[in-house]
Structures are given as structure tokens and as C-alpha cells.
């Protein structure tokens, strides 16, 4: 009885319940949001890489390493020889490994070199294997695999012809324009890294840098073989990590940026991360991606925590709206109440009936909130995908998120009891006769 | 009736001591203060009022007319004295014992903005069977419904047209919207009818109609009329009349200006 009252009162003031509800709502698609896209984000940083036990590369910290060898983000330091990684890969823990060889791209997309491990090991997602969407794998020098992105956003096809370039930038001055490589396979979208990159083999990638070392007259190699004079592993910059790709040459005097090992067992993840760092050939780096994953998530947790804050006050904000527009109504409906009074409401009706409505306000807002949020998703999830590499599964709300529709709804129901309380105390003051 | 103060220039019946059966409403030496404290701003020796009993209780704004009809509905009980409904001695009812009462016994009818706006005049008139399982069994019994009853009391106050029943409650006349009141006090056959200045915004017209249809239903439910207002032009028209300012021994008067 009283709760429908509580409905048909507010259906009286649509205007202003509706302004409520759209407050509530938004907030509440925003609180949520948020924490969605950061799960999401976590989930989808986290997917990049699984099924791979350890990363290693030259010595770094275990962040740069993560970032650069799986992410793409940032550039390596300094390579790892070649026989280092088949000494590490030699070893009985090891099932798998793939070379990753960085540092040159193609219009502003990342080439990679590598192997065709690559394709058969590396997992994202839940356990998902890369897929050809069209062509087939890499396996001559000259083949070239490229990630969904590229494809679409360059519009190639199988068959097209590019021409990789010097360096990481957007814009190179160097092309290997005497190697060209030949597109022959398009990978389907993963959501990670690997749509906006280009795959190469690492033969592919030595022919590029060996047909580059044979260029006599190529004026900024020269000027900056004649500035960089310590060892190349020394060198700090992309353009010198470049010159020791380069100058890798062959198999034998071939330099990789870093390689991802899948174990035989987890269980030798710790030991075998600990010899990799004791290796005596040269300083390596090995790290637990997921652990490493970790450390990033602490540096960027204080953006996290400020982004959370301030769309949970934007909650405080919506529920005070809901206040105001509650208490200002209040003076206008002692009537009211007189005559639900005369009529046999108690003054604990009156409570509820404010309380009621205060509870339906906030009810109908998450439910709006919820449904604009998975609207929003299941139309962006394409944008977000592709732009910002997200993987958002649109699937049941987590508990967490249940938890905070939850406290949302104890907030706007524990802000009612202001303005139910004091249309309590008004009732018995007023009774049937409004003494204002 | 009865009255133990000087009555007004209205006939009035011999003063009884003590109540009869027929009695609702029955006070005794009820005296009232706002802060429980003097000066008080109800001072009734006696007054009774039998059951079909139509009372017409006149008196100035400030008289504490206002304050006597919560104390009859339970909504404030005595601080002194004694005051029984229905035989039933309220000051000794429980707050929750009170408000079930007045939904079970009483009908309000209000001066103006009787009604809920945001219900239909059908529900407007339902509501208090919502509050109260013994209006709601009465206006329900003999198979029917207590919207048919609503209705039936609408047809009953000339406002069963099926356009009027389905039109905004905003959007009715004052006149339609004190019937649409009456009905809401009648339905469900409470045995006493309080009306607090329900003519003052009618003209004469209007007000004359009004309480033909207020006397005929009442007289049918044999429920007690108590209807307070200034008009003393009203007073012939009932079976009694009352002054409220003779009958409310309590003074200053200006003290209880707090009290309508």
C-alpha cells in the first residue's frame, strides 16, 4: 500500500523524479564504468601474456622489460645474444620459447621478429591461440604477418608489398627500402598488441639489417657509427639498439630484444627465473609476467584510486540531488500527509512512504545506470577494442560490482531516512492540522 | 448532545450526567495543553454527541475547534479528563491502538485540499479501507467490491459519471472535490463523520447541496455528524448547534491561538 503510493507520488512529480533518477543513473553507469574498464583493462593486460611462464631479456628493470618485450610500450635498452637465449632455451625445464626481435617498424606499427613458435605457443585471452584470418603463416624471409589493426587501418592485402623502417617513431628517414616484404597472412583480432603489429621472421629481420649494413652511402648510419664508439650493447637509444640489430648479422652474431619461455612444469618458473638472473654469459633479466603485471598496477593504482573517487562522489553527488529535491517537496506535502493521517496512516507510513520513495528513486537510478553502462558497452566494445586494445566482456556484473550497487542503494536508502524523518516528525506534530 | 458549558442561542436538550449507550463521543472534564504544561487550550466539561447525531460546532479561528477534532480522532489524546469514542476510552488507547481506530471509526473531511493528487477520485475514495480491514470488509460486503462501493457512493453524491470518475482529482471543481471527500469520510460506514469547515470555499449554492448529500449519507450509516465552522448561517440546518468558545472554558484566549 504505502510503496504504492510511494510510486504513484513520484509518477505525480515525473519532472523532478526523473531528473533524479537520470543523476543517480549516470552516476552509477560512471562508478561502474570505471571500475569496469579497469577490471577489464587489468583483465586484458593480464590475457596479453597467458600461458607464458617467464620473459627475459638484457637487464632491466622487471617493468621496463614487461612493458617493452610484451606491450610495445617503450623500447629496450639493450639486446640479449643470440647464443644466450639458445643456451637458456637448451635447458630440460623448457618447453617452448619464442624470440622477439624490436625495434623497427612499418608506418607507425611495431615489426616484430620472430619465429613461427610465435604463432604455434603464444596465448591470450583465456587460453587463446592465434588465429589466420586469412593467408598463412610466416616462413620465408621475405613473408610478412600482419595484426588485424594494420590490416584494416592500411588498408593491405594479401600479396601487397612494405617496406619496414629505421626505428620506433611514426616517421622514419631510413627505409630498408632494398628488403620489401610480402603480406601473406592477416591475423584475426586478438585485442592485444599483436592486432597493431607486424610479424616478421627473425631470417627476415637479419636479411633487412644485413642488406642495411651493405649501404656504403646511407649518411646517418655513417654519422652515427662515427659518434658511437663504446660497444653496441652500450648503447642506450633506439638508434643504437637499432645499430646492434643491425649488426647482428648472422645467426651466429644474431641480437633479439627479448624472448618469452613457456616451462615444461610452473613449478620451475622461480629456479629457472633465478638462473636466467645468475646467467654468467652476459646480465639477463627474467621476470613472472604476472607478478611484474603487478608492480604496474601499483604505479598506476593511485590513478585508479583518483579516477574511483571521483566518480563515487559523483554518486554523493547525484544521492544529494535526490536529498534536495526530497526536503523541498516536503513543506508542499504536509497536507498530504494530514490527510493519509486522517484517514488511518500512522506517522510510521508517512516515514515509510518518503523512505519508499527515496529507495525507488535510487533503485530505478542503478537499474537505469546498469542497463545505460551494458548499452554503452555493447556499442563501444568494437571502439574500445580497437583504439585502446581493451577486451571488455560484456558478461553478468562481477560481485564487486554487485557490492557496489548495493552500497549505492544503502546510501540513497540511508538518505532517505533524513528527509523521511522529518516528514515523521512534522506528521506527529501536524496530525490533521498543518500548524506552519 | 450534550453540553455541560452554556450553549448557544440554539435549542439544546437537558444536560445528562453520565453517557448513555447510544453515545460516540463522550468527553469529561477533557482538558488539553500543547506542552502538556498551562495554560490549557481545551476546557470541556461535558459533551456527548448520540449516534445519527447531526452537530454543527461554531466558533471563531483560534477557539481550538481544530485541537478538539484531533483530540476526537485519537491524534492527540487528553491531559487531562475523559474522552471515549465508540465507548472506547482513547486517552488510554496505545498511538498505534489510536491510528487503527480512527481508520476503523472516523471520517475526516477536510475545508480544502482533501484530496491526494496523484491518486483517481476512485482511489481517493478507497484509501482509507487501505489503512483500515474493518472499512475495507464493510465496504466490501455482500460479494461486492470497495471500488463498487466507491462508486456506488460517488453515484450517490452525483459524481458517477464515468468521465468525472476518470478525470485527474487536480482537475475537479472545489465542489466535486469536497463530494469526492465525503465520500472517502463515508465509505467503508464509519460511525462518526468529522467535517472540519468543509463549505468554506463553496457558495451557497454548492454549500446547500454539499450538505444535503453529507446529511443523506450520514443519516443512512446512522454515523455522527460533528461539522465546525464559523458560518453560524449553517447552524439551523443541523440538529444541534454548538459555541465553541461557551463550551472551551480554557483562557486566555489568546493562548490558544496555537491551538486551530
Known amino acids: 500500500m504505502i510503496f504504492a503510493l510511494a510510486v504513484k507520488s513520484l509518477r505525480n512529480r515525473k519532472f523532478t523524479a526523473g531528473l533524479t533518477v537520470l543523476s543517480i543513473a549516470l552516476a552509477v553507469m560512471l562508478l561502474l564504468g570505471v571500475e569496469r574498464i579497469r577490471s577489464e583493462s587489468r583483465e586484458s593486460f593480464a590475457s596479453t601474456i597467458s600461458g607464458t611462464d617467464l620473459v627475459v631479456g638484457a637487464r632491466s628493470s622487471p617493468v621496463h622489460l614487461l612493458l617493452y618485450a610484451v606491450f610495445h610500450i617503450g623500447n629496450a635498452t639493450n639486446n640479449l645474444r643470440w647464443d644466450s637465449y639458445r643456451a637458456i632455451a637448451a635447458r630440460p625445464e623448457v618447453g617452448w620459447t619464442i624470440p622477439l626481435s624490436l625495434g623497427d617498424s612499418h608506418r607507425g606499427y611495431r615489426v616484430l621478429g620472430t619465429t613461427p613458435d610465435y604463432l604455434e605457443h603464444l596465448r591470450f585471452g583465456r587460453d587463446r591461440r592465434l588465429v589466420l584470418a586469412q593467408g598463412k603463416p610466416f616462413a620465408d624471409e621475405r613473408d610478412a604477418v600482419l595484426g588485424a589493426d594494420v590490416a584494416e587501418a592500411l588498408g593491405y592485402k594479401l600479396g601487397d608489398s612494405i617496406v619496414i623502417a629505421h626505428g620506433a617513431g611514426d616517421v622514419s628517414f631510413s627505409l630498408h627500402a632494398d628488403h620489401p616484404f610480402q603480406v601473406i597472412g592477416v591475423l584475426s583480432r586478438t585485442g592485444t598488441p599483436v592486432d597493431r603489429t607486424v610479424h616478421v621472421t627473425l631470417e627476415g629481420m637479419d636479411a633487412v639489417h644485413a642488406d642495411h649494413d651493405g649501404d656504403e652511402h646511407d649518411p646517418l648510419a655513417e654519422a652515427k657509427r662515427a659518434k658511437v664508439e663504446a660497444p653496441r650493447h652500450d648503447a642506450d637509444t633506439a638508434g643504437g639498439r637499432h645499430e646492434n640489430e643491425e649488426h647482428a648479422g648472422r645467426d651466429s652474431q644474431r641480437a633479439i630484444t627479448a624472448f618469452l619461455i613457456g616451462l615444461k612444469s610452473r613449478g620451475a618458473a622461480l629456479s629457472m627465473q633465478r638462473l636466467v638472473n645468475e646467467y654468467s654469459g652476459e646480465p639477463l633479466t627474467a621476470i613472472l609476467p604476472g607478478a611484474t603485471l603487478l608492480e604496474v598496477w601499483e604505479i598506476v593504482g593511485a590513478a585508479e584510486k583518483t579516477l574511483f573517487a571521483v566518480s563515487a562522489l559523483v554518486v554523493v553527488v547525484g544521492l544529494a540531488g535526490m536529498l534536495v529535491a526530497l526536503l523541498t517537496s516536503l513543506s508542499e506535502r504536509r497536507r498530504e500527509m494530514a490527510v493519509l493521517r486522517s484517514v488511518g496512516a500512522r506517522p510510521m507510513h508517512v516515514f515509510a512512504l518518503i523512505l519508499g520513495e527515496a529507495a525507488f528513486l535510487t533503485l530505478l537510478g542503478i537499474a537505469l545506470g546498469v542497463a545505460a553502462l551494458y548499452l554503452g558497452l555493447l556499442a563501444g566494445r568494437q571502439w574500445l577494442e580497437s583504439r585502446l586494445g581493451l577486451f571488455i566482456v560484456v558478461g553478468w556484473p562481477s560481485a564487486y560490482e554487485f557490492g557496489l550497487m548495493i552500497l549505492v542503494g544503502t546510501a540513497g536508502v540511508l538518505i532517505g531516512l533524513i528527509p523521511a524523518y522529518r516528514i515523521y516528525r512534522y506528521s506527529l506534530a501536524d496530525g490533521m492540522t498543518i500548524r506552519i | ?260
Open chain 2, 1 to 260: 448532545m450534550d453540553v455541560s458549558a452554556p450553549a448557544t442561542s440554539q435549542t439544546l436538550p437537558p444536560q445528562r450526567s453520565g453517557g448513555s449507550p447510544g453515545d460516540v463521543v463522550e468527553l469529561s472534564g477533557v482538558r488539553f495543553s500543547w506542552s502538556g504544561a498551562l495554560p490549557f487550550v481545551i476546557d470541556i466539561g461535558s459533551l456527548r454527541v448520540a449516534r445519527g447525531e447531526r452537530v454543527f460546532l461554531r466558533g471563531p479561528s483560534g477557539s481550538g475547534k481544530s485541537t478538539l477534532l484531533s483530540l476526537l480522532a485519537g491524534v492527540i489524546t487528553p491531559s487531562e479528563g475523559t474522552l471515549r469514542v465508540l465507548e472506547r476510552d482513547i486517552g488510554a488507547l496505545g498511538s498505534a491502538a489510536r491510528d487503527r481506530f480512527r481508520a476503523d471509526h472516523i471520517g475526516f473531511i477536510f475545508q480544502m485540499f482533501n484530496l491526494i493528487p496523484y491518486l483517481s477520485v476512485v482511489e481517493n475514495v478507497c484509501l482509507p479501507c487501505g489503512f483500515s480491514l474493518r472499512r475495507r470488509t464493510h465496504a466490501a460486503g455482500g460479494g461486492g467490491t470497495v471500488q463498487a462501493e466507491a462508486v456506488r457512493l460517488l453515484e450517490h453524491l452525483d459524481m458517477g459519471e464515468a468521465d468525472v470518475l476518470r478525470r485527474p482529482v487536480t482537475e475537479l471543481s472545489v465542489g466535486q472535490q469536497q463530494r469526492v471527500a465525503a465520500a472517502r469520510a463515508l465509505i467503508g460506514a464509519p460511525e462518526l463523520v468529522i467535517a472540519d469547515e468543509p463549505t468554506s470555499s463553496l457558495d451557497a449554492d454548492r454549500r446547500s447541496a454539499f450538505l444535503d448529500l453529507l446529511f443523506r449519507e450520514c443519516a443512512r450509516e446512522r454515523a455522527a455528524l460533528v461539522f465546525v465552522s464559523h458560518d453560524a448561517s449553517l447552524a439551523p440546518l443541523f440538529d444541534r448547534a454548538i459555541a465553541f468558545a461557551e463550551i472551551n472554558r480554557a483562557l486566555p484566549r489568546s493562548s490558544a491561538a496555537n491551538a486551530s
